[in-house]
């Protein structure tokens, strides 16, 4: 039988994806890789993750690309959605998923190193990202898929300072907490399109 570590590697369908926990001969894996975009929702109103059009993607269409092997080993899962650790913006109710995206606690906390400390702490100067600074940054920059010299955002499932927004990774691995649009952005065709790194649950 295959090793599997955390922080390792593994193929998985169509992509390769990154072991962050194991679990009684289960993984928690999320793509290497960013490896599309996609808005967080296709509508410019107030959303949480339950409601949001990347979970029904996520849940629905992308989940449907994986064979029926496949499908028979990922672990469908009930999700806490926490509210934004400083903004207070709801996260809304628990989900029922089969593929996801982080949190940003996953991410501060538990699986890319841990910078606990400015999220429960933050800084007098910390009023929409985290420190540029912070050391564990470079853990969370994350290249395209279809051109791994490319660094891109990719999106959490919290909310942001308010729920028309959701918590993002920036290209340079810094937490930008106070989020971005969920569909209107700065960019040429008017969409926010984020990167995504779907997670998931596995049977090893």
Request: glycine residues 8%.
């Amino acid at each position: 039988m295959e090793d599997f570590n955390t922080g390792s590697t593994m193929p998985f369908g169509d992509y390769n994806w990154r072991i962050l926990d194991i679990k009684n001969n289960t993984a928690l894996i999320i793509t290497e890789n960013i490896i599309e975009h996609r808005a967080y929702h296709d509508v410019y109103k107030e959303i949480t993750w339950a409601d949001c059009s990347l979970r029904k993607y996520l849940n629905g269409e992308f989940y449907d690309k994986f064979n029926a092997t496949d499908k028979s080993r990922i672990i469908p899962v009930i999700n806490t959605n926490p509210d934004n650790q400083w903004y207070g913006s709801r996260g809304g109710e628990d989900t029922a998923d089969s593929i996801f995206l982080l949190t940003v606690e996953d991410v501060v906390c538990r699986y890319f190193g841990d910078s606990s400390e400015k999220l429960y702490n933050p800084g007098k100067n910390q009023r929409y990202w985290f420190e540029r600074k912070d050391k564990n940054n470079s853990k969370r920059i994350a290249r395209l898929e279809a051109n791994k010299e490319a660094i891109w955002w990719w999106w959490l499932r919290t909310p942001g300072r308010v729920n028309v927004k959701a918590v993002y990774i920036h290209g340079d691995g810094n937490i930008g907490i106070q989020g971005n649009n969920i569909l209107k952005g700065n960019i040429s065709d008017g969409k926010c399109t984020g990167g995504i790194r779907p997670a998931l649950w596995l049977k090893l």
